[in-house]
């Protein structure tokens, strides 16, 4: 209940907040365990790491976790491939990249899985990690690669035959923003990054802020006919049902929702809760069955748009169908009960760390207009964001801070990042997709969702992952092969 | 006294620490105005900076000194070369940098110096700065870079005709080290470094520690016969003097000292100030008479051997030599009534504040070993320095800190950076001396002391730093060049 209130709070305020935040959080919402009967085979470690790397007044520290697999190692010098972890369990994205698990197998490499600090057990303050502003201070994308370099040192200082090992960073989403800041900051300590969907240009006023929400969009336009057009004529079908009493109580009803609607309040939680649905099935949108964030079937928004197809119907008639659709996202197995409308972000401490980054760091300027997308028009409100953010955590949050350290476009003298990205996937459009140099590579994915080339292998793969994923071990091969010649 | 004490306690523990940080405090110590008569022409901002860029807890801001020059500037586009402050006054950088001021004229650049956080007046938290170890928190080399890119970022979006303009990072000594460092870490935000005798391998194990106490011995040795067998034999009969009460007075009475020593620990003070005076001496051992540290003639340690040409003196005759020796460097002016051994470290938050820097990142491994220099032997105690730090500042040094951060040796991927060092400067020791690709280019200066290349033109100057500058200024233009050309 506190956590729905905080969702419900931060939505009276910020709909494109919680639309782009809670986005990004439902990468690891889901804590189901890798879907292949062959799960992967790792050793669990914990490194002793400053909580503060960047100050020594206070000279704490916390146990980092880490995953290590060296079953294809070969040793002596043999390379490193390094999974930059992001906001949640490091086991949960340890077994859903299978693509470093065939890696390692081809370039006989050592797979090491980092979690970021303050999720999953790497808790600085254990239970208190998230008590306060105070405890979650520490909580920012430069500890968290200040705890990658040090552990990688550690690494090569401790793992006999590691020492010269060239290492490679890799990473998914804001674990991919972290593999291509990585090498940025520290390439003495990686000879190059896989930045999967990684959107390290959603930020300040980089891109505009309504590209997103357009490749939602576009995803269920594609997906069949009258699809889109449906979602978008559902906002106001649901404004007007809220209306009345009555209208709340059929809403509830015919969603199945576990906790009925009560006022206008939960009719907009309502709204945020399915425009979530359609941006998490951007992300998902897979060419096979696949449990990422839920069990789905082979391209799900084909399938949900199957009940979408009339945007003409009667409200009603209309939301019914909305129902199916977004059935087919929470109960494609058929288990359901009811449905939570505070599910999408369950309680792990993911979701809590990922609103804080976003009220700090990661402030991804994100809108809608309602003609160019199918959500209900909402500018980005920096002011009321920052008031939200503010009331939430204490916190104020720094907008053109990323830009500052990171540099924003101007990364051309940096070298050895491919960007990988698939068309599907709303994040690409803070993506690099053209190539910058020789060394700044773009990958284009364009039947690709969320980082599909992290993914295992899957017959189903369309030929434009395959060649990315051949085009990546290439690189990655090209790496390795000058950093042992010394260049 | 209090100061005195503090240095007195830390010598009782480690000789070695007072040397190499008081050595580097040095570079700042004096106040004193630049001493040509066209003192150069700037105006002084101030800008609003976070007191923490890594950290959101406490959102608070202060106000950061900086100092601007464009007399020489086209506007349009023109380069901008960035002074990035050391531990001082940024005033007192600016009167001593007339390389700057000379490349400014040629280049048609605009000049900025800005003032390193907790010095001079540019004081995070007030006359409170340093009060405690939670103010000091934020006293680091990595908030301070953040600073200069914030700055860097403000200034071009104000200064109008200063949005494209290529900025290149100038800095001596421990500025150099920073506006190395700026460079590899923003890369995005200067297109190059002139880093002059920065020791940025002074850490770790990455050079012996005994090299920078080598080279100060080496330069006496070579002014004058005799000179570095006189200060080697001199330890030894003052410990004799400092034996006895009447030796005591002796040795007070000798040096003209303003407080006379009452104890052994006092002779211990005495030591560590000839030391640092040797130190200093070295660094300042320019071609012409000049005011940086103290009021020097040409050559200064040639003028101060000439006290020193017979080792086998008896004590007291070689001691009465010692005083005339360090006259020379205290007394040139001939004002001076009596020496001040507390004054190498005179009484400015300069030296509070690299006393911190030194007992939290900048830990420089240093030692002596009687044979191969002219000190007293001291090995190099990492434990007993770390528990000075702790007693006196409440935090505890990471000596591995700076190389994991900044690469140590490993720093081949950057690029544009040209490390100028002078063979007589004891702070070669730590500098990069050999070209490390085409791009990361090794200026050498063998007749050059301390940042010899950064100081105003003179007609003394050797041959070798006058093609060190043309070098640089060459360099400069192909990188404002390239940039423009957006390579």
Same mark, same amino acid.
């Given at each position: 209940?506190?956590?729905?209130?905080?969702?419900?709070?931060?939505? *009276?305020?910020?709909?494109?907040?919680?639309?782009?935040? #809670?986005?990004? &959080? +439902?990468?690891?919402?889901?804590?189901?365990?890798? #879907?292949?009967?062959?799960?992967?085979?790792?050793?669990?470690?914990?490194?002793?790491?400053? !909580?503060?790397?960047?100050?020594?007044?206070?000279?704490?520290?916390?146990?980092?976790?880490?995953?290590?697999?060296?079953?294809?190692?070969?040793?002596?010098?043999?390379?490193?491939?390094?999974?930059?972890?992001?906001?949640?369990?490091?086991?949960?994205?340890?077994? &859903?990249?299978?693509?470093?698990?065939?890696?390692?197998?081809?370039?006989?490499?050592?797979?090491?899985?980092?979690?970021?600090? @303050? @999720?999953?057990? +790497?808790?600085?303050?254990?239970?208190?990690?998230?008590?306060?502003?105070?405890?979650? &201070?520490?909580?920012?994308?430069?500890?968290?690669?200040?705890?990658?370099?040090?552990?990688?040192?550690? *690494?090569?200082? +401790?793992?006999?035959?590691?020492?010269?090992?060239?290492?490679?960073? !890799?990473?998914?989403? @804001?674990?991919? =923003?972290?593999?291509?800041?990585?090498?940025?900051?520290?390439?003495?300590?990686?000879?190059?990054?896989?930045?999967?969907?990684?959107?390290?240009?959603?930020?300040?006023?980089?891109?505009?802020?309504?590209?997103?929400?357009?490749?939602?969009?576009?995803?269920?336009?594609?997906?069949?006919?009258?699809?889109?057009?449906?979602?978008?004529?559902?906002?106001?079908?649901?404004?007007?049902?809220? #209306?009345?009493?009555?209208?709340?109580?059929?809403?509830?009803?015919?969603?199945?929702?576990?906790?009925?609607?009560?006022?206008?309040?939960?009719?907009?939680?309502?709204?945020?809760?399915?425009?979530?649905?359609?941006?998490?099935?951007?992300m998902v949108d897979y060419p096979y069955a696949a449990d990422f964030l839920q069990p789905l079937p082979a391209w799900p928004i084909q399938v949900v748009c199957k009940y979408l197809q009339d945007p003409g119907l009667p409200d009603m008639e209309l939301l019914k169908q909305?129902?199916?659709?977004?059935?087919?996202?929470?109960?494609?197995?058929?288990?359901?009960?009811?449905?939570?409308?505070?599910?999408?972000?369950?309680?792990?401490?993911?979701?809590?760390?990922?609103?804080?980054?976003?009220?700090?760091?990661?402030?991804?300027? =994100?809108?809608?207009?309602?003609?160019?997308?199918?959500?209900?028009?909402?500018?980005?409100?920096?002011?009321?964001?920052?008031?939200?953010?503010?009331?939430?955590?204490?916190?104020?949050?720094?907008?053109?801070?990323?830009?500052?350290? @990171?540099?924003?476009?101007?990364?051309?003298?940096?070298?050895?990042?491919?960007?990988?990205?698939?068309?599907?996937?709303?994040?690409?459009?803070?993506?690099?997709?053209?190539?910058?140099?020789?060394?700044?590579?773009?990958?284009?994915?364009?039947?690709?969702?969320?980082?599909?080339?992290?993914?295992?292998? &899957?017959?189903?793969?369309?030929? +434009?992952?395959?060649?990315?994923?051949?085009?990546?071990?290439?690189?990655?091969?090209?790496?390795?092969?000058? #950093?042992?010649?010394?260049?």
């Amino acid at each position: 209940m506190a956590k729905l209130c905080r969702w419900c709070w931060l939505l *009276l305020a910020s709909v494109c907040f919680i639309l782009s935040g #809670s986005a990004f &959080n +439902s990468i690891h919402v889901s804590r189901r365990s890798y #879907s292949s009967v062959d799960a992967p085979a790792y050793r669990t470690y914990y490194f002793t790491q400053q !909580i503060d790397h960047f100050g020594f007044d206070q000279d704490l520290t916390f146990q980092q976790r880490y995953l290590v697999s060296d079953s294809h190692w070969a040793g002596d010098g043999g390379p490193m491939l390094f999974y930059t972890g992001n906001e949640g369990d490091i086991a949960w994205f340890c077994n &859903n990249t299978g693509f470093m698990w065939e890696v390692a197998e081809e370039l006989k490499a050592i797979l090491v899985f980092a979690e970021h600090r @303050y @999720y999953g057990e +790497s808790l600085p303050f254990g239970d208190q990690s998230y008590s306060d502003s105070k405890h979650l &201070n520490y909580l920012t994308s430069e500890q968290a690669l200040a705890d990658f370099a040090v552990l990688i040192r550690h *690494l090569k200082g +401790s793992i006999p035959g590691a020492q010269d090992s060239p290492v490679i960073a !890799i990473g998914g989403s @804001y674990g991919g =923003m972290l593999a291509a800041w990585f090498r940025m900051k520290y390439p003495d300590i990686v000879v190059g990054a896989l930045a999967a969907s990684a959107p390290i240009w959603q930020f300040e006023q980089i891109v505009p802020c309504n590209t997103f929400y357009g490749i939602v969009t576009n995803d269920f336009r594609k997906s069949g006919p009258g699809c889109a057009e449906s979602i978008l004529t559902s906002w106001e079908a649901i404004n007007r049902l809220s #209306s009345t009493d009555k209208g709340l109580f059929w809403l509830s009803t015919a969603f199945h929702l576990c906790s009925p609607l009560k006022t206008k309040e939960d009719a907009r939680v309502l709204k945020a809760w399915l425009s979530e649905t359609w941006v998490n099935l951007a992300m998902v949108d897979y060419p096979y069955a696949a449990d990422f964030l839920q069990p789905l079937p082979a391209w799900p928004i084909q399938v949900v748009c199957k009940y979408l197809q009339d945007p003409g119907l009667p409200d009603m008639e209309l939301l019914k169908q909305i129902f199916q659709a977004a059935n087919v996202y929470y109960n494609f197995s058929g288990d359901t009960q009811c449905l939570n409308i505070s599910q999408t972000a369950t309680e792990n401490l993911g979701d809590l760390g990922w609103s804080y980054q976003a009220c700090t760091e990661m402030v991804m300027p =994100m809108c809608t207009d309602g003609v160019n997308d199918m959500f209900e028009p909402q500018r980005w409100d920096f002011e009321a964001y920052s008031e939200d953010c503010f009331k939430q955590w204490g916190v104020r949050p720094r907008p053109s801070w990323i830009t500052s350290i @990171y540099g924003g476009k101007n990364i051309s003298s940096h070298s050895n990042i491919l960007f990988s990205n698939g068309d599907l996937d709303p994040w690409s459009s803070g993506g690099v997709s053209c190539n910058i140099s020789d060394t700044l590579v773009a990958v284009k994915i364009p039947e690709g969702a969320h980082h599909l080339d992290l993914r295992y292998s &899957n017959a189903r793969d369309p030929p +434009s992952v395959q060649r990315a994923r051949r085009l990546e071990v290439q690189y990655m091969k090209d790496w390795i092969g000058k #950093s042992r010649a010394g260049h």
